[in-house]
């Protein structure tokens, strides 16, 4: 006979937080819950908003990866697609926004205006730099934007006949914040940045300016572009997908397998960190040995969570799954032993319901939780919008190891006698992440300043978590009345 861990398994949904003292100074708008994704070089990536979104089809694309990260957090591009889709995903994040910007689209003068008003329909870019020879490094002739010409009469002109010569620039500026204030005094929407003879180095946008003031808190990289990560599987050929990404700037490499206590797991994290300069998230585990197994092979941050996810039937059809707080109680304490040694950030993935679910993973060890379903939901998610058949307005959530998304690769399966470990369905449409997202975390804010912690450390070191019986639990639903929604309510 094997082993029997007697002690139930727990879900996050059992724990509450107990109140601690709570000073005049701590207030939800004063709880921070920066956190660290996963080590970075010698430090770590640190982001203010602890969520990721699941590197699911139904999940994560460019919109939603541009969304969360400009709220804080980090998407996660999933495996089940070709590397060359998820490189140009990774390429319209990092598109979006940058502080010095070298990688433009550059004219030379004698470029028909035809060719500007092609690039600008194919890409929908309005303003390019014109230098000499045609390179973005070359010397800077004038600037074009599409107030310049006339799309009815001026394609066969050439640039140099419309472009702006008296072009307003900054010399050799290296801080973002002193380019910027040129660029506002000049009244610009656009400041090439040139050398003292007048070559390109680089440009900056008044519109990076305005969003990074619409979102100061954007996880971003060294050169201000938004951060995004993205999956890979342990399969052999997803070593040329590694390549791929990290040649695109990927900023996390996640490692996407149901159970990553594996001989293959172990042997790609090893392969990447041997040969790449990229943070990798391992995962995902649910037990202490699987931890210590993954920090072994050098992974930068660990994933955690089987059989939980909202459409997870790997319970039903394996039998094999834990529940969360189970996993993090125990993947913590593995962690705390191997303190003194660098600290592992801990995911925890699936079965995040909300602002609730959230708090008791963080107070329960965790640096970040990656959720799905939750986010599923918002428009900047991939699913369509549709109506149902009772007529409500709800968007399509399909599983990894559902029959639509097919990531047999994820189940260690084969392709050939596939068997879902997961459903396809919908969710509630709840609007714009932009409006829902800041509103949940103002939420586990509170809860934080309840709990007497202003922060994720603290709240690691100092929260008070009790189990609750199944009828605390109930005492804490609405009980004893029903609940009317504010547009059914009749005034006599
Ligand atoms: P959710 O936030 O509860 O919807 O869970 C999302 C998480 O479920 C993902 O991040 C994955 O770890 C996991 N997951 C995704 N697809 C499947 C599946 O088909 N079966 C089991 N787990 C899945």
């Not at 602890?50 to 996660?76: E, Y």
């Not at 990447?272 to 941050?301: C, M, Q, W, Y």
């Not at 690691?460 to 059914?488: C, K, P, R, W, Y």
Request: aromatic share 6%; proline share 3%.
């Amino acid at each position: 006979m094997g082993q029997i861990v007697r002690e139930q398994g727990r879900s996050l949904k059992e724990f509450r937080l107990l109140p601690r003292y709570t000073p005049e100074s701590l207030k939800s708008d004063t709880v921070s819950l920066e956190t660290r994704l996963c080590r970075r070089g010698n430090d770590y990536l640190r982001m203010h908003t602890p969520i990721l979104s699941a590197a699911m089809q139904a999940v994560t694309d460019s919109d939603m990866a541009i969304a969360i990260a400009q709220l804080g957090g980090i998407g996660i591009l999933p495996v089940s697609q070709s590397p060359e889709k998820q490189c140009t995903s990774i390429d319209a994040v990092k598109r979006f926004k940058a502080g010095f910007q070298t990688n433009i689209v550059t004219l030379a003068p004698d470029n028909p205006i035809g060719d500007v008003i092609d690039i600008m329909a194919e890409n929908g870019y309005s303003t390019f730099p014109v230098t000499e020879s045609g390179e973005f490094h070359g010397k800077l002739a004038g600037i074009i934007t599409d107030k310049d010409f006339d799309e009815r009469y001026d394609r066969s002109h050439t640039v140099a006949e419309r472009m702006k010569t008296d072009v307003q620039v900054g010399i050799e500026v290296n801080s973002l914040k002193e380019a910027n204030t040129l660029m506002i005094q000049y009244g610009r929407g656009f400041l090439p940045i040139v050398s003292k003879d007048g070559m390109l180095l680089s440009v900056v946008f008044k519109k990076d300016l305005d969003k990074h003031i619409q979102h100061p808190h954007a996880t971003i990289d060294d050169e201000k572009r938004l951060c995004i990560g993205a999956a890979v599987s342990t399969h052999p050929e997803d070593r040329d997908r590694v390549a791929a990404l990290v040649a695109h700037h990927v900023d996390v490499i996640v490692v996407d397998a149901s159970d990553g206590h594996t001989q293959f797991q172990q042997e790609l994290i090893r392969w990447i960190k041997s040969t790449h300069d990229v943070p990798v998230i391992g995962g995902n585990v649910v037990t202490a040995d699987g931890f210590r197994f993954l920090v072994e092979a050098g992974a930068d941050g660990v994933k955690v969570g089987m059989g939980i996810g909202s459409g997870c039937i790997t319970q039903v059809v394996k039998a094999t799954g834990r529940g969360q707080a189970s996993t993090l109680l125990d993947v913590c304490d593995a962690r705390d032993e191997i303190a003194g040694n660098t600290y592992i950030p801990i995911i925890a993935d699936g079965g995040i319901k909300g602002a609730g679910d959230m708090t008791i993973a963080l107070a329960l060890g965790a640096d970040a939780i990656m959720a799905g379903n939750l986010l599923a939901r918002y428009t900047e998610s991939p699913g369509s919008v549709i109506r149902n058949a009772d007529g409500e307005i709800v968007k399509e959530y399909w599983m990894e190891g559902s029959m639509k998304a097919r990531n047999h690769r994820r189940y260690a399966q084969l392709e050939n006698t596939f068997f879902e470990e997961g459903v396809n369905g919908h969710v509630p449409h709840e609007g714009s992440i932009y409006d829902k997202l800041p509103a949940m975390m103002q939420m586990v804010k509170a809860s934080f300043a309840t709990a007497g912690c202003g922060t994720i450390d603290e709240m690691h070191d100092n929260a008070i978590l009790e189990i609750q019986s199944f009828a605390s639990l109930q005492d804490g639903d609405v009980h004893g009345m029903t609940q009317v929604q504010m547009a059914q309510e009749i005034v006599l």
